[in-house]
């Protein structure tokens, strides 16, 4: 039989993450992780993967990207590439699928086996209701996907903070001297934890930067101001994550996804978390019943990329293009 390649790609504001698969198989192969820094266009770095991977017969390529989708033209807000993806089909001579990284973060979920998720609390799946995916890493990734396999595009990550306590309200008035608005992304993202630490520090009147490895870092060998940015950013995470699921009717779950939490496992308090989920005044009995878990597996956005690969691009998105022919 022949073999035919399909490569998948996670393109995030950091690194972009490649992958292939045989015949459109769901096994991954070939992994590879490059900083996008490397390279100064897209293109660049697909050609580099497959030349080291030794990936030629190509027939289909799935990007996910960290940013709208609908347009032929997309600019990745969080890092420096800017592509068509006309253009870029031409260019590899592939079918191209573009589709943002939350809508391939949702679509990996349910091909995830208990041992890659960290259930938090009791409230398990039924099934045949809305799934949402909720992810801090570079930026603040959210997306839902209904019953009927259709994904519910979202920027939800750019809604705005709202504290739920005196401290947090200190905060947001300490931020607001650093932004016009805070978005909940300004709190629960990689740059996010590094705001946490300056703002804490702040409220004590000094004025101090660390980016967020080494607040997490600082966090883990006990540092005072490291840790309180670090709780912080979980309360306020688990607030966020209870409303996503008010937003969405999110009743099998809400899973927490991105690049940030498996750095920080032996920080999270469970309790706290759960309770800040379920903390929803009126609709606190809802949140009860919500399952909550966090992903703990590698590369879910390429598993993801695989399932849309799979469907041919029928998950209706408003974000996710149709496959882009050569």
């Known amino acids: 039989m022949e073999t035919h390649l399909q490569i998948v790609a996670d393109i995030g504001g950091t690194n972009a993450r490649f992958a292939y698969v045989e015949n459109n198989k769901d096994e991954l192969l070939g992994i590879e992780v490059f900083p996008c820094a490397d390279f100064p266009f897209l293109v660049d770095a697909i050609r580099t993967y497959m030349q080291r991977s030794d990936v030629t017969r190509v027939d289909k390529i799935c990007l996910a990207v960290a940013g709208p989708v609908e347009e032929d033209s997309i600019d990745l807000p969080n ?149 309180r940015a670090v709780t912080d950013f979980y309360a306020i995470l688990a607030s966020f994550a209870g409303d996503v699921a008010l937003m969405t009717g999110a009743a099998d779950g809400v899973y927490l996804s991105g690049g940030i939490l498996p750095r920080i496992p032996d920080l999270l308090d469970q309790d706290m978390f759960r309770e800040r989920f379920q903390d929803k005044g009126r609709f606190r009995e809802f949140n009860n019943t919500v399952p909550l878990a966090i992903v703990r597996t590698e590369h879910p956005g390429l598993r993801g990329c695989v399932q849309a690969l799979k469907s041919g691009g029928h998950h209706t998105d408003a974000r996710q293009a149709e496959e882009v022919p050569p």
């Not at 990550?157 to 607001?176: C, I, Q, R, T, Y």
């Not at 009147?205 to 660390?210: A, N, P, T």
């Open 79 to 227: 890092n420096h590439w800017a592509f068509s993806k006309e253009e870029l089909a031409v260019s590899l001579d592939v079918t191209l699928q573009v589709i943002n990284d939350f809508s391939a973060q949702v679509l990996s979920i349910d091909g995830l086996d208990g041992s890659e998720l960290q259930w938090l609390g009791d409230p398990r799946p039924r099934g045949g209701r809305v799934k949402a995916v909720v992810g801090p890493g570079t930026g603040l990734g959210v997306s839902a996907l209904m019953p009927s396999g259709d994904i519910l595009p979202s920027e939800a990550g750019h809604v705005a903070f709202a504290p739920v306590d005196e401290h947090e309200s200190d905060l947001l008035k300490v931020l607001w001297e650093r932004y016009h608005r805070v978005s909940a992304e300004r709190v629960l993202s990689g740059p996010g934890l590094a705001n946490l630490y300056w703002a804490n520090c702040r409220l004590d009147g000094h004025c101090r930067e660390l980016p967020a490895p080494e607040v997490t870092a600082g966090a883990q060998a006990d540092d005072p101001y490291c840790r």
